[in-house]
């Protein structure tokens, strides 16, 4: 790596020029939002695997070939799929109702007549983990880890929320526990139960996990400060054998370094408790809409903009790291690559990861989007779920990163549905997307 | 009745200053959010016939025999029992994917496999009434009111949309309709669907009905956009014989007038889908409690303030129909009758139904309640679900009126949790009733 230039070569003013019509467009573009409502009303949920996930395929296929885009295919994958069938839980002493409960992803089911166990709590994972280890410390239990999570603009609250996701029923197993429930991984009140990934480890599969809705873990809290509470957990879920996924890719070839790529990623797989409309179907739709606005000005990049719609993201990033794997060679001469994965809000503010010798992209960058209202960030961004897969191989990540402060209210519930998202807000994202990809695919 | 008092009587200070005393004590107490804490806990919900609408009385009971009340008991009656097992909902074609529904109570079970038909939509009740009502119009479709409901502060939109949710089966039998869907009767957008009684009018049991959450409504509505609809519902309800529900009483006896009645309601019961603590949870929260302060402060009221903890609200108003028949000979002698059945924020008018020769005692309670924030409405209210069937026998009737803006977000769903409640303006609830208890129960 050189040191930066003293003289960073200024913007191109025709390059800047382009720049700035393309957001003007953007701010005036319906596309991105007639393509969630495409996605979510004509897919609806699409959970990784599934005969969904394929439709989204074909949706996507056939809507970048009707768009324009060029070199569209699908590259697959296979996955271990997962499936929910149903799921319920309740107290059945000293106060029997119910609760809203949904098993996590990979859970094991439960028998199928459900188990039923004395409740044990504890406030957080971290006190899970610090209790008596024992391998019969928690015999016969259900053990019950009430963490909450912290609401944050920056998404920073969701990390220790799920390292609780991903290892109550592990640490609960340690301990003779029968089943892990956990509060939901959210910031929302309302009765909802969010789903997400779990884990097992080295333990291999053990014991049944889901989470509840928070209004339920306040009820069970409450009714533990009575008590010994008795709840039964019936989750039918089904692990199933190798089940198809795959990335979906489209092109606008660059006229003088072809092989260079911009690309711009987002996932098409959802969660099969929802439509997916902010996860992640503002994402397909802001990246898609973006690199549309390229095609309709006439504007071929010198560099190639690509669009991946990763496959299989929320059961293990599979196609980012699929992606990375077929596409290892030619990870260096991916020079710019970001993802929308965070909702619809707006973007507030641009991380790069850029050699010194390129800050200056970044600076280029930040001046066309500092309009937009997004502030300057780190140059430390390791990308997101999907793109960072690729950065070790050597792509550049890039991060324009949204407002998440009500993200983790209906991420992973059923809740997550087209109304949540405002149209407006999308088309800022497009517009800085779209002043991204041009920017990154004409610079020198 | 006499024409008003040129010169209506002063307010008796000693009484006045009395309930500003009390109006200041309950704006000190958690007592009303503690029992609404423990009916939502320890009882959970309560369908109107249920073995835990049994549990509800029993725990009325012993609180209010615990609170110091005299003469607490049950006044039994019977309902026609009704229950939910079981309900699903599917686009099954063109765009297959779950929706989320609720049966409404009083409903059909579908056959145990479900039906399916081709949607027929309707903007609202009155187009569908307007349609061709031949027995064949809608042969074989399932009918689908689309209504949405008017958000307003004082509930005024509900009657409308509680007209679609009783006539949408109706209506569409009459057509060769096979089920009846309709648009929540609420105004959230969140993924619940809203519960709530039906009729089958002269027609007798017909066809299943059902309600969307809004997201669901608004996906079926896109969906039908691009073509025909085909949907499964399955609803396992079940038509029970004669079941048990309940009123609970109780009462501070009066000093002098002992015959005469100052009557609190709530409701006792609660649907099925959530522990109904804004329904009616708040109310038997806010009556108790007010009437608790009098004893607290050893105030012996002139009249009788009695406490009515009505049954089986939820499915027909059958508490306060069977506390007018058992009581008929006294409700002229129920000199003031207020309910809390709207909520937890707080109350912003008083409506009174005085006669001339009485409106002065308007014009005092009006004064006691501004500075709670309390403004003047009409002399014309016939009083709220429960005290509506007193009036006619004699009964006056008063309404403290409750801010209903978000309040159908939440009525009538899984979501209505005790996290929705606002202790502070609870306790502008309990201040409210307390004063009222009090000057009704003494003043000339
Ligand atoms: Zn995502
Ligand atoms: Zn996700
Ligand atoms: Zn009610
Ligand atoms: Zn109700």
């Known amino acids: 790596n050189q040191t930066v230039a003293a003289d960073p070569p200024e913007l191109d003013p025709q390059l800047r020029q382009q720049a700035e019509t393309l957001i003007a467009a953007a701010l005036e573009s319906e596309l991105a939002y007639n393509l969630v409502e495409s996605l979510t009303t004509e897919v609806g949920p699409r959970l990784a695997g599934s005969a969904a996930e394929a439709r989204a395929r074909d949706w996507a296929t056939a809507k970048l070939t009707d768009l324009g885009f060029s070199h569209v295919r699908v590259e697959p994958f296979e996955i271990e799929g997962w499936e929910r069938h149903a799921e319920s839980a309740a107290i059945t002493a000293p106060f029997p109702q119910a609760l809203t409960v949904t098993a996590l992803g990979n859970s094991v089911p439960t028998p199928a007549e459900g188990l039923t166990g004395t409740v044990a709590r504890f406030d957080s994972l971290d006190a899970l983990l610090a209790s008596d280890d024992a391998p019969e410390a928690l015999a016969g239990r259900i053990v019950f880890v009430d963490e909450t999570m912290t609401r944050t603009q920056d998404g920073s609250g969701y990390g220790n929320a799920v390292r609780k996701r991903y290892q109550a029923a592990t640490a609960g197993q340690a301990r003779g526990a029968i089943a892990a429930l956990i509060r939901s991984v959210g910031t929302s009140h309302h009765r909802f139960a969010h789903t997400g990934s779990m884990g097992y480890g080295d333990v291999g599969h053990s014991i049944p996990t889901a989470a509840l809705a928070a209004p339920d873990a306040d009820q069970l809290t409450r009714a533990l400060q009575r008590g010994d509470v008795s709840v039964r957990l019936k989750l039918h879920t089904e692990i199933l054998g190798p089940m198809p996924s795959g990335n979906v890719i489209a092109e606008i070839p660059g006229r003088t370094h072809p092989e260079e790529i911009v690309l711009l990623g987002a996932h098409l797989d959802s969660w099969d408790l929802a439509p997916g409309a902010i996860d992640d179907g503002a994402g397909v739709a802001i990246v898609t809409a973006a690199a549309r606005l390229l095609l309709e000005h006439d504007l071929q990049p010198r560099r190639t903009v ?113 109304d949540k998202i405002d149209p407006v807000k999308l088309r800022q994202n497009v517009a800085a997307y779209v002043a991204f990809a041009w920017l990154m695919a004409n610079i020198d």
């Open 306 to 418: 690509r669009i991946v719609l990763f496959g299989a993201e929320e059961v293990g990033l599979r196609g980012g790291r699929a992606y990375a794997a077929a596409h290892a060679a030619t990870l260096p001469q991916h020079v710019a690559a970001a993802e929308s994965d965070f909702g619809a809000d707006i973007i507030w503010r641009l991380d790069t990861n850029l050699p010194p010798e390129r800050t200056y992209w970044g600076e280029h960058l930040y001046t066309l989007l500092k309009p937009l209202g997004v502030g300057r960030g780190t140059n430390e961004t390791t990308g997101g779920p999907d793109i960072g897969p690729l950065v070790p191989g050597g792509a550049t990540p890039f991060a324009l990163r949204q407002n998440g402060w009500d993200y983790f209210d209906y991420h992973h519930t059923p809740n997550d549905t087209l």
